[in-house]
Nanobody
Framework: QVQLVESGGGLVQSGGSLRLSCVASGSISGVDDMGWYRQAPGKQRELVAGVTGGGRTNYADVVKGRFTISRDNTRNTVHLQMNSLKPEDTAIYYC??????????WGQGTQVTVSS
């Protein structure tokens, strides 16, 4: 079993920054893929950024150049640095882990609110 605990959400003004963190525990390994998704009210959950076990990253087009995902395998942690935040970035952000057997785990989510 895997547990994911997010932190770092909050309220910020447009143009501001936030850093989200997700700590993984349980049956994890450094080759698991990890990522951040978000879900705004009335919308489907969408991928924001991902990082493979090998360190390869990918981003949604709407956050490229503003968000940076990173992972620290020594601390089983993945971070999402969010800069130049916009009101449309407002959502609940979820940490995700997919292991080598393609089993997926989710965190409880952290609210990010960007005021205009």
């Amino acid at each position: 079993q895997v547990q994911l605990v997010e932190s770092g959400g909050g309220l910020v003004q447009s143009g501001g920054s936030l850093r989200l963190s997700c700590v993984a525990s349980g049956s994890i390994s450094g080759v698991d893929d990890m990522g951040w998704y978000r879900q705004a009210p009335g919308k489907q959950r969408e991928l924001v950024a991902g990082v493979t076990g090998g360190g390869r990253t990918n981003y949604a087009d709407v956050v490229k150049g503003r968000f940076t995902i990173s992972r620290d395998n020594t601390r089983n942690t993945v971070h999402l640095q969010m800069n130049s935040l916009k009101p449309e970035d407002t959502a609940i952000y979820y940490c995700n882990l997919r292991n080598v057997w393609l089993k997926t785990y989710w965190g409880q989510g952290t609210q990010v609110t960007v005021s205009s």
